[in-house]
């Protein structure tokens, strides 16, 4: 079974940091590029990150380029988000996402984690 | 970055009705279009890819069409398990970009 499971999310003040992993099974995890993608409390989705499958390439959105880094560990299996300079509005939750298409970030994503939930505050 | 604006907000409709939810990009982004639904507390499933495959598993009664800047998700009989809110992503240009989604609830 294909299966994205998220850890590290949790209550962080102002202008700290946060390492999320997501441990995935069931695929060949270098093959396939992988996003974050998350979701304020009540709002749409937002996506974070991307990175190719090799690790080579990664593209951040706006909201977090310069305090965020992407990486992967394919021995491991395992994605990461190292987030610094937390802001309140970096709460929510945090999802992992699988690409459908095998070499290109974020065209379609097929397969999502549960998630987990960052807060921001003091 | 290019936006993608849904319409409607939310619809009101009843089992058995047909749905349709529109998505509109900023700029055109050939077929690089997916469809999402996503239930309150659960992670979204892709429904559509590429603007109009239809993800594996999928109902048939889900379709999806349009290219370029104006792309619509049709449910052609609405199901119980089907009330829940719907995102449109573009895959074409980054960042990548969702709708604001759309909720489908029960008349």
């Known amino acids: 079974e294909v299966q994205l499971l998220e850890s590290g999310g949790g209550l962080v003040q102002p202008g700290g940091s946060l390492r999320l992993s997501c441990a995935a099974s069931?695929?060949?995890?270098?093959?396939?590029?992988m996003s974050w993608v998350r979701q304020a409390p009540g709002k749409g989705l937002e996506w974070v990150s991307g990175?190719?499958?090799?690790?080579?390439?990664?593209n951040y959105a706006d909201s977090v380029k310069g305090r965020s880094t992407i990486s992967r560990d394919n021995s491991k299996n395992t994605l990461y988000l190292e987030m610094n300079s937390l802001r309140a509005e970096d709460t929510a939750i945090y999802f992992c996402?699988?690409?459908?298409?095998?070499?290109?970030?974020?065209?379609?994503?097929?397969?999502w984690g549960q998630g987990t939930m960052v807060t921001v505050s003091s | 970055d290019i936006q993608m604006t849904q319409s409607p907000s939310s619809v009101s409709a009843s089992v058995g009705d047909r749905v349709t939810i529109t998505c509109r990009a900023s700029?055109?982004?050939?077929?690089?279009l997916a469809w999402y639904q996503q239930k309150p507390g659960k992670a979204p499933k892709l429904l559509i890819y590429?603007?109009?495959s239809l993800e594996s598993g999928v109902p048939s009664r889900f379709s999806g069409s349009g290219s370029g800047t104006d792309f619509t998700l049709t449910i052609s009989s609405l199901q119980p398990e089907d009330f829940a809110t719907y995102y449109c992503?573009?895959?074409?240009?980054?960042?990548?970009?969702f709708g604001q989604g759309t909720k489908v609830e029960i008349k």
């Open positions: 996402a699988k690409d459908l298409v095998v070499l290109t970030v974020g065209r379609a994503f097929d397969v």
């Open positions: 069931g695929f060949t995890f270098s093959r396939h590029a």
């Open positions: 990175i190719t499958g090799s690790g080579d390439s990664a």
């Open positions: 700029q055109g982004i050939s077929s690089w």
């Open positions: 590429g603007a109009s």
């Open positions: 992503q573009q895959g074409s240009n980054f960042p990548r970009t």
